[in-house]
């Protein structure tokens, strides 16, 4: 469960023991240690907070300026459109503080705290946890993976090193093809350590120390990066592929909705989920559900429109085109819905994986020919069941009749509307495929970037300014100029 008190509060208590133990002592003089720098915080306390940090900054964050998925991703994808603000993402602009922001959030509120678990109890540290080094290697895989798929090259081998023996202050920047061979190392690695009924963890608010959770995750998520550089490297990719799914007992992975993961909010702040935050609590109303989704779940009869999003006055789900101007935009706040208010309550859960996706992921390999273990068509059937089973429904005799034979074009189109609120999910997946095709933009509609859906994030100001010369030969290692129209190492278009 996501609760505060379990890693902040407790983490504060934990502090202040660390400094009552280090101050009231009558032998001062042969205290060697700071009291005021306390260099002892347990995994147990650093493991929530990474979780918590990294999955609300992908889901939303509640400050703006970092909202990266309802400011920039879902707009991009189509989920989502602005009714106000359109230079807040809907229009393709992105603020140099939100890259900024989220290029330091991750790294530094995230990545730190993983990276101090590994070292705390990896093999030969002074407190060896398999478990607690195994849980630390999927989220710090899961991280990298969202700041790859976001800028392209990225800090890897030298990053999160600063307070290294020998520390590393300007961090060479890794081509994407590396840091996938190293991401894909370390989850099969995690998988490894990861052992059931082995020493128990605390300070797990995403899986409450479940270990077999951990390793479905990892394995999962193995398969989404595998399927993801698929064209660009296809012998290991499905390599990769038949490993796992050749050996149930050794590589876990999802099998129903249970084993999703996400992060299960609570009716009490500041634990609340961050749309929540951002929409309720602090009355935000600038978003509506974009027209391009609504449109084609209309037309397919695809009744998780009704969970996705709340009626107009006349009991319609319709949208509004994105990249409409101001002026224009708030003329349809009568008519457009609403986001939804199972996306929008307290305990909404913030999803990073889901079984449904899973199952997308090996319908297109399967159709693409990188596995032969299981058919598209049940692969994709079991995805479709699963997205609509998450919001307790299930797909009616006509929507399955409109959905039509299973090609590649049709997986990738439910996988998007599958990822509805996982914005940076489908906007990665948009851009590694070019798929679902969008419609035209409205002519109404002013969009910056050239008119070019925005292919990756600049890299931040900041990085020119500290770390200039790897900064550099990263814009070379993506093969072009830092800007949003560059397209990363594995787009197949």
């Not at 093999?123 to 060896?128: D, L, N």
């Not at 899986?207 to 398969?223: E, Q, T």
Request: hydrophobic share 40%.
């Amino acid at each position: 469960m996501k609760k505060i008190f379990n890693h902040k509060t407790v983490w504060m208590t934990a502090l202040a023991g660390i400094l009552t133990a280090t101050s009231c002592t009558k032998d001062f003089d042969e205290m060697n240690t700071s009291p005021n720098s306390p260099t002892a915080i347990g995994p147990q306390y650093l493991l929530p907070t990474g979780i918590e940090t990294a999955i609300d900054r992908y889901w939303g964050h509640r400050t703006r300026f970092e909202r990266i998925n309802i400011d920039a991703a879902e707009l991009y994808v189509q989920h989502l459109t602005r009714n106000i603000y359109s230079n807040e993402g809907d229009d393709y602009t992105v603020s140099p503080a939100l890259v900024a922001n989220n290029w330091k959030g991750f790294y530094n509120d995230s990545q730190l705290n993983f990276q101090r678990i590994i070292l705390q109890t990896g093999e030969g540290s002074a407190t060896p946890n398999p478990n607690y080094e195994g849980v630390a290697l999927v989220m710090r895989t899961w991280v990298f993976s969202l700041l790859t798929d976001l800028y392209g090259a990225i800090p890897y081998t030298d990053a999160i090193k600063g307070t290294a023996d020998t520390p590393v202050y300007t961090p060479k920047y890794d081509p994407m093809d590396v840091v996938y061979a190293g991401m894909l190392n370390d989850l099969k690695m995690a998988n490894e350590k990861l052992t059931v009924g082995g020493p128990a963890v605390a300070g797990d608010i995403l899986y409450s120390g479940d270990i077999l959770k951990w390793k479905k995750f990892a394995n999962s998520l193995r398969l989404r990066l595998a399927n993801r550089q698929a064209a660009k490297k296809s012998a290991e990719s499905k390599a990769i592929m038949a490993e796992i799914l050749g050996d149930a007992a050794k590589f876990p992975i999802f099998t129903s909705n249970a084993d999703n993961a996400q992060l299960n909010c609570t009716l009490v702040l500041p634990s609340n989920n961050e749309w929540n935050q951002v929409m309720k609590q602090d009355g935000r109303t600038d978003w509506n559900i974009s027209k391009t989704l609504a449109d084609k779940m209309n037309a397919l009869d695809d009744s998780r429109i009704t969970v996705y999003a709340n009626a107009n006055k006349d009991g319609k789900y319709e949208g509004h085109a994105n990249g409409l101007p101001d002026a224009i935009a708030t003329s349809y706040l009568a008519t457009s819905a609403t986001i939804g208010n199972a996306f929008t309550k307290p305990e909404a859960p913030e999803v990073i994986m889901t079984f449904a996706e899973l199952n997308f992921i090996l319908a297109e390999a399967a159709l693409d020919g990188d596995i032969t273990i299981g058919t598209a068509k049940t692969y994709f059937e079991t995805g479709v069941a699963a997205s609509f089973a998450q919001y307790g429904l299930t797909p009616s005799t006509s929507f399955l009749t409109k959905l039509g034979a299973v090609t590649r074009e049709k997986v990738l189109e439910q996988k998007w509307v599958a990822l509805f609120a996982q914005g940076v999910e489908a906007w990665i997946e948009w851009r590694r495929t070019g798929l679902p095709v969008f419609p035209a933009p409205d002519p109404r509609a002013v969009l910056q970037n050239g008119g070019i859906l925005p292919t990756r994030f600049p890299y931040p100001n900041s990085e020119y300014s500290l770390n200039a010369e790897a900064v550099k030969a990263g814009e070379g290692l993506n093969g072009g100029p830092n800007d949003m129209k560059t397209k990363l190492w594995w787009a197949e278009k």
